[in-house]
């Protein structure tokens, strides 16, 4: 096994690392939870995409997609989430995780009276914030807008 070529060719290193404290406020509050935009695509230069995403008890989510793109990462924190892997929904409990390679379907949704709180990793980074924030605005709409937005967020339901 080898690693990727190397991408920093300097030799002394650089001051560039990020630093997100625990007591950072949510970005976007909803009233089926918040999202913690922990390290976006701008900020790890595309790398990778990190949220914190807190559901309410009862909070759906999104139905059966799948990404051309990216893929997808889940990671329970807390609670139990009901996580769709394709084939059947599983109960995630506190430290389950499951990753989604692209192409792969996926759903997920809290079916429980409890909170649940599970990190989102997206790679490569894309930029889901405005997804995230918008999201429910044209599903109100509904109809062509809101596929084509879903579309344009690489989000290809089914």
Do not use: C
């Amino acid at each position: 096994m080898s690693y990727p070529e190397p991408r920093y060719l300097g030799e002394k290193g650089e001051v560039n690392a990020l630093f997100r404290g625990a007591g950072t406020p949510p970005d976007l509050v909803s009233p089926n939870g918040a999202t913690h935009y922990v390290a976006t695509h701008e900020s790890t230069g595309g790398e990778f995409g990190l949220y914190k995403v807190d559901m309410g008890p009862k909070a759906p989510g999104p139905k059966t997609h799948f990404h051309r793109s990216i893929s997808e990462s889940f990671y329970v924190l807390s609670g139990e989430v009901s996580l769709y892997d394709g084939e059947r929904w599983i109960t995630g409990r506190q430290g389950d995780f499951l990753y989604v390679p692209v192409g792969g379907l996926h759903a997920f949704k809290n079916d429980s009276d409890d909170p649940v709180s599970m990190l989102l990793l997206f790679a490569p980074g894309a930029p889901r914030e405005e997804y995230f924030e918008r999201v429910a605005e044209f599903a109100q709409r509904g109809g062509e807008e809101l596929r084509e937005f879903q579309v344009r967020h690489d989000s290809y339901f089914i």
